[in-house]
C-alpha cells in the first residue's frame, strides 16, 4: 500500500500531460491521483486507488471535472504599484507604446509608484495579483522585479516576493529585472555600473533567474551582452525579453548565452527561432502584452518548423497586459495567433515548467510531481481556450492542500 495524506477523486478527464501513444495529454478516464507531502506518490484509475492507496488525509471530488496540472506561468511581473489604465485607454485610441515611454510615463511612472509605495502596501498589492493567479488556475509563476531599479528598492520587492512565497501556495520562481530599461534621470553608464557591480552580486542569492529588456527603449545588443553575461558568471539563470517591439539581435544573444527562455519574439527571424531551438531555449510567448501594444504576431510557423518550445505567460504587468490568466492569454493565442488549444495548453504547463527548469515536477502529473493540479468546469482540457474571457476554474489544489481564497 501506498501512504497518501491526500487524494483527488473522480477527474472526468485527469490530463497528466504524459504523453503516451495516441494522447499527447496523455489523459486518464475517471482519474484519481494520492499525494504525500506535497508530491504526488500514486496516479490511475479511480477504482484502483483503494486497493493501491491507504489514505489518511483530506479527499477531493472532482464528480466528473476536468482536472489538469496547476498551470504554470513562465513570465509575470507581479511587484508593482499604481496604475496605467490612463495609458492603455490612449493606446486604444492609437497611441504607440513606445511614445509612451518618455519622461515621467510609462515603466517610470510604475518605477516612481514603486519606490514610493511602503513595504507592507507593496505586499498587500502583490498578495492580491497572487491570489489571483491561484484563482485562474495558476500554480507555479516565475516573478520578476525590475520596477525598483536601484539597490534598496530591487531589495524590497525581493522581499515582497519572499514573504509571499511564506505566505501562500504559490509557487513563486524569483527573476531579477534590473535591466528592465535605465531608471529615468539617471545617467545610462553609472546605471550600468551600478546594476554590474553592485546589483548583480547582491540579489544573486534572492534570485534563480536574470532577465534583461533587448529592445529600442530599454538595452542595446552590446549592453544586453555585458549585463547577462555577467549574471552567468556570477551563477544565475538566463531569461532574456528579445525581439518584442522591433528586429534585433536578442534572440541570438539568449541562444548564445543558453539562456532557458527568450521571451516575447515578435520579431525574430527564421534563422533566430533555429538557432534558439538549437541552443535548447524556450520561447515564451506573451499575447496579452502583443495584444494591446498591437504588436505583429510571431513567427508561429518558424518555431513550429524548428521544433522550439512555445509556453504560453500572461506577462502579468501594469503597462502591456495587466492580467493574471493564463486560460485568457491561451484564448488570445489561440484566437489571435491560430495556436491549436493543445499547443496553448503544452504552453502553459510543460513548456512553461521547462523554462524554468521544473520539467517533471510542475506542469505535469505523475509520481515525484508537485501536488498542484486544478479542477476545472469544462468538457476537455482543449476547451479551456473556447471559454474567452470566463473563469471555469472550480478548485485549485497546491501542494496537495485545496486552496480557498482569502
Ligand atoms: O513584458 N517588455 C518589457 N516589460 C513589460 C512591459 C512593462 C511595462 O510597460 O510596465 C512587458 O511587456
Ligand atoms: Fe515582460
Same mark, same amino acid.
Given at each position: 500500500?501506498?501512504?497518501?495524506?491526500?487524494?483527488?477523486?473522480?477527474?472526468?478527464?485527469?490530463?497528466?500531460?504524459?504523453?503516451?501513444?495516441?494522447?499527447?495529454?496523455?489523459?486518464?478516464s475517471?482519474?484519481?491521483?494520492?499525494?504525500?507531502?506535497?508530491?504526488?506518490?500514486?496516479?490511475?484509475?479511480?477504482?484502483?486507488?483503494?486497493? =493501491?492507496?491507504?489514505?489518511?488525509?483530506?479527499?477531493?471530488?472532482?464528480?466528473?471535472?476536468?482536472?489538469?496540472?496547476?498551470?504554470?506561468?513562465?513570465?509575470?511581473?507581479?511587484?508593482?504599484? /499604481?496604475?496605467?489604465?490612463?495609458?492603455?485607454?490612449?493606446?486604444?485610441?492609437?497611441a504607440?507604446y =513606445?511614445? =509612451?515611454?518618455?519622461?515621467?510615463?510609462?515603466?517610470?511612472?510604475?518605477?516612481?509608484?514603486?519606490?514610493?509605495?511602503?513595504?507592507?502596501?507593496?505586499?498587500?498589492?502583490?498578495?492580491?495579483?497572487?491570489?489571483?493567479? *491561484?484563482?485562474? +488556475?495558476?500554480?507555479?509563476?516565475?516573478?520578476?522585479?525590475?520596477?525598483?531599479?536601484? *539597490?534598496?528598492?530591487?531589495?524590497?520587492?525581493?522581499?515582497?516576493?519572499?514573504?509571499?512565497?511564506?505566505?501562500?501556495?504559490?509557487?513563486?520562481?524569483?527573476?531579477?529585472?534590473?535591466?528592465?530599461?535605465?531608471?529615468?534621470?539617471?545617467?545610462?553608464?553609472?546605471?550600468?555600473?551600478?546594476l554590474?557591480?553592485?546589483?548583480?552580486?547582491?540579489?544573486?542569492?534572492?534570485?534563480v533567474?536574470?532577465?534583461a529588456?533587448?529592445?529600442e527603449?530599454?538595452? %542595446?545588443?552590446?549592453?544586453?551582452r555585458?549585463?547577462?553575461?555577467?549574471?552567468?558568471?556570477?551563477?544565475?539563470?538566463?531569461?532574456?525579453?528579445?525581439? =518584442?517591439?522591433?528586429? /534585433?539581435? +536578442?534572440?541570438?544573444?539568449?541562444?548564445?548565452?543558453?539562456a532557458?527562455?527568450?521571451?516575447?519574439?515578435?520579431?525574430?527571424?527564421?534563422?533566430q527561432?533555429?538557432?534558439?531551438?538549437?541552443?535548447?531555449?524556450?520561447?515564451?510567448?506573451?499575447?496579452?502584452?502583443?495584444?494591446?501594444?498591437? +504588436?505583429?504576431?510571431?513567427?508561429?510557423e518558424?518555431?513550429?518548423?524548428?521544433?522550439?518550445?512555445?509556453?504560453?505567460?500572461s506577462? *502579468?504587468?501594469?503597462?502591456?497586459?495587466?492580467?493574471?490568466?493564463?486560460?485568457?492569454?491561451?484564448?488570445?493565442?489561440?484566437?489571435?495567433? /491560430?495556436l %491549436?488549444?493543445?499547443?496553448?495548453? *503544452?504552453?502553459? %504547463?510543460?513548456?512553461?515548467?521547462?523554462?524554468?527548469?521544473?520539467?517533471?515536477?510542475? /506542469?505535469?502529473?505523475?509520481?515525484?510531481?508537485?501536488a498542484?493540479?486544478?479542477?476545472?468546469?469544462?468538457?476537455?482540457?482543449?476547451?479551456?481556450p473556447?471559454?474567452?474571457?470566463?473563469?471555469?476554474?472550480?478548485?485549485?489544489?497546491?501542494?496537495?492542500?485545496?486552496?480557498?481564497?482569502?
Amino acid at each position: 500500500m501506498i501512504h497518501a495524506d491526500f487524494a483527488l477523486r473522480h477527474a472526468g478527464q485527469l490530463a497528466t500531460m504524459m504523453p503516451n501513444e495516441g494522447d499527447p495529454l496523455g489523459r486518464i478516464s475517471d482519474g484519481a491521483l494520492a499525494a504525500r507531502e506535497g508530491r504526488v506518490v500514486w496516479i490511475g484509475e479511480d477504482r484502483q486507488l483503494e486497493d =493501491q492507496v491507504d489514505l489518511d488525509g483530506d479527499q477531493l471530488d472532482a464528480a466528473g471535472a476536468c482536472v489538469l496540472p496547476g498551470l504554470v506561468d513562465a513570465h509575470t511581473h507581479p511587484v508593482f504599484a /499604481g496604475s496605467r489604465a490612463d495609458e492603455f485607454a490612449e493606446r486604444v485610441s492609437g497611441a504607440e507604446y =513606445q511614445a =509612451q515611454q518618455s519622461g515621467d510615463r510609462g515603466i517610470a511612472r510604475t518605477v516612481r509608484a514603486t519606490r514610493e509605495a511602503d513595504a507592507a502596501t507593496l505586499l498587500a498589492l502583490t498578495e492580491a495579483r497572487a491570489n489571483r493567479f *491561484l484563482v485562474n +488556475g495558476t500554480t507555479t509563476i516565475e516573478a520578476k522585479t525590475g520596477y525598483g531599479l536601484d *539597490l534598496l528598492n530591487e531589495a524590497k520587492s525581493f522581499d515582497v516576493l519572499r514573504q509571499l512565497a511564506a505566505r501562500l501556495p504559490l509557487r513563486i520562481v524569483p527573476t531579477f529585472l534590473g535591466a528592465h530599461v535605465v531608471p529615468a534621470n539617471t545617467d545610462r553608464a553609472a546605471y550600468l555600473r551600478a546594476l554590474m557591480e553592485e546589483m548583480l552580486p547582491a540579489f544573486k542569492a534572492q534570485a534563480v533567474f536574470c532577465d534583461a529588456w533587448c529592445d529600442e527603449p530599454a538595452f %542595446t545588443s552590446s549592453e544586453t551582452r555585458a549585463i547577462l553575461g555577467r549574471a552567468k558568471a556570477l551563477g544565475y539563470q538566463l531569461r532574456m525579453h528579445a525581439a =518584442q517591439l522591433a528586429p /534585433g539581435e +536578442g534572440p541570438e544573444i539568449a541562444a548564445e548565452l543558453g539562456a532557458r527562455s527568450a521571451d516575447h519574439l515578435e520579431f525574430a527571424t527564421p534563422a533566430q527561432v533555429k538557432a534558439l531551438a538549437a541552443a535548447g531555449t524556450v520561447a515564451v510567448l506573451c499575447p496579452g502584452a502583443n495584444f494591446t501594444t498591437h +504588436g505583429p504576431r510571431p513567427p508561429i510557423e518558424a518555431m513550429r518548423d524548428a521544433k522550439l518550445p512555445m509556453a504560453i505567460a500572461s506577462d *502579468l504587468n501594469p503597462g502591456t497586459s495587466n492580467s493574471e490568466s493564463l486560460p485568457h492569454a491561451m484564448s488570445l493565442a489561440c484566437v489571435a495567433w /491560430g495556436l %491549436t488549444p493543445r499547443e496553448a495548453l *503544452l504552453g502553459a %504547463t510543460v513548456h512553461a515548467a521547462r523554462s524554468l527548469g521544473l520539467e517533471g515536477r510542475a /506542469g505535469c502529473l505523475q509520481p515525484g510531481s508537485f501536488a498542484d493540479c486544478v479542477v476545472l468546469d469544462v468538457e476537455t482540457p482543449e476547451a479551456i481556450p473556447y471559454y474567452v474571457g470566463v473563469n471555469r476554474v472550480l478548485q485549485t489544489v497546491a501542494g496537495g492542500v485545496v486552496w480557498r481564497p482569502w
